[in-house]
Nanobody, 114 residues
Framework: VQFVESGGGLVQPGGSLKLTCEVS????????MSWYRQAPAKERELVAT????????DYAKSVKGRFTIDRDNGKNTVSLQMDSLKPEDTAVYYC????????WGQGTQVTVSS
């Protein structure tokens, strides 16, 4: 199983970024998929989860209303649209299944700074 995250970068507070994760090696449509993040000196935290049929999603309180998770079961991708970014969103972002069943990818760095 392989997760390849992309789309990170440096953005000013209030800006937007869209992250994409390409997934291979598993029956993608069978798994709820999540985005996680890890800030320096902090533990990895769950940011958002989207369920198999894309009919529902859950978000951490800190990002609800600002981030939107989506998936494309035909392309085996999961995305995270991040709006109204704050400095505290700075972290390395990873995707994995909801219960992080597989080894982590390299992640993509998001830095929110003026």
């Amino acid at each position: 199983v392989q997760f390849v995250e992309s789309g990170g970068g440096l953005v000013q507070p209030g800006g937007s970024l869209k992250l994409t994760c390409e997934v291979s090696g598993l029956s993608f449509e069978r798994y709820p998929m999540s985005w996680y993040r890890q800030a320096p000196a902090k533990e990895r935290e769950l940011v958002a989860t989207i369920y198999r049929l894309s009919s529902s999603a859950d978000y951490a309180k800190s990002v609800k209303g600002r981030f939107t998770i989506d998936r494309d079961n035909g392309k085996n991708t999961v995305s995270l649209q991040m709006d109204s970014l704050k400095p505290e969103d700075t972290a390395v972002y990873y995707c994995n299944t909801r219960y992080s069943d597989f080894a982590w990818g390299q992640g993509t760095q998001v830095t929110v700074s003026s």
